[in-house]
């Protein structure tokens, strides 16, 4: 049973352009969470998402930063015209269950994106 | 808002030596703890949790315990292998949801024989 997915594992974009990250959840997983890392700092929250809803988006920026988790195929982060700040590591989580108490959410190794 | 500060890395030891990692939060309510552990080119895995003060959570000879007077939940191991080299990420879930969990920013733990 593989884990959770994430491609590309580096990506490197020049400023202005768009950033696309995948994320594939484990197998039987609906429940999608995007996690960022600023350097230096902890992860931050930034959306959660269930097949063809996003049911949190309160972490995400409010410009530029998109997510879907579509009836087939991988949740996609899309970041549109990157800047520097921007450069992070991006993690997607999944989990069986939802968004309840202690429910356990299973990471991928992450996104590592730099703008140049 | 809620807040994790655990201690700075890098962390270098010696094959079975002790390891304690220091992790302090700060939320409102009673939240839940999480210690996750990310391996070399791995994602990050759950490693223990606790509910509640008091109790203790303990997996692959590693222990925590949710102290609420200190509001504290520092990581310990008796004896540490290389095995155990990696990133340990202190977290807790506060309202009553898993989905927004707050991190502290990550302790590198290298052991060396």
Redesign the interface.
């Known amino acids: 049973n593989a ?2 997915m ?1 491609n590309p594992r580096h990506l490197v974009r020049r400023r202005g352009q768009e950033a696309r990250l995948r994320c594939s959840p484990m197998k039987g997983h609906s ?1 999608v ?1 995007w ?1 960022r ?1 600023l350097p ?6 930034m959306v ?1 998402l269930q097949k063809e809803n996003i049911i ?1 988006e ?2 995400m920026p409010k410009e530029r930063f998109s997510a879907e988790f579509p009836k087939e195929g991988p949740s996609i982060l899309r970041i549109q015209q990157v800047v520097r700040g921007d450069s992070a590591a991006y ?1 997607c ?1 999944s ?1 069986a269950r ?13 996104t590592q994106l730099s703008v140049l | 808002g809620d807040s ?1 500060t655990q201690m700075e890395g890098p962390v270098t030891l010696s094959e079975e030596a002790f390891l304690t990692i220091n992790c302090t939060y700060t939320a409102t309510g009673y939240p ?1 703890l999480f210690w ?1 552990v990310q391996y070399p ?6 490693l223990l ?1 606790a ?1 509640k003060a008091d109790d203790k959570g303990s997996n692959k000879g590693f222990e925590a315990t949710y102290r609420k007077e200190t509001t504290s939940f520092h990581l310990e191991k008796g004896s540490v292998q290389v095995s155990d080299s990696a990133v340990y ?1 202190c ?1 807790l ?1 506060g309202g ?11 302790t590198r733990l290298q052991v060396t024989l």
Do not use: I, R
């Not at chain 1, 939802?98 to 992450?110: C, D, P, V, Y």
């Not at chain 2, 080119?41 to 759950?46: C, K, N, P, S, T």
């Open positions: 884990g959770v994430q429940h969470y996690y890392q230096e700092e902890g992860l931050k929250f959660y949190d309160s972490g993690f989580a989990s939802g968004a309840q108490t202690n429910e356990k959410l299973f990471f991928g190794s992450g | 994790v839940s996750y080119g791995e994602g990050l895995q759950l949790k509910t990420f977290a879930s009553g949801t898993a989905s927004k969990l707050t991190f502290g920013t990550g």
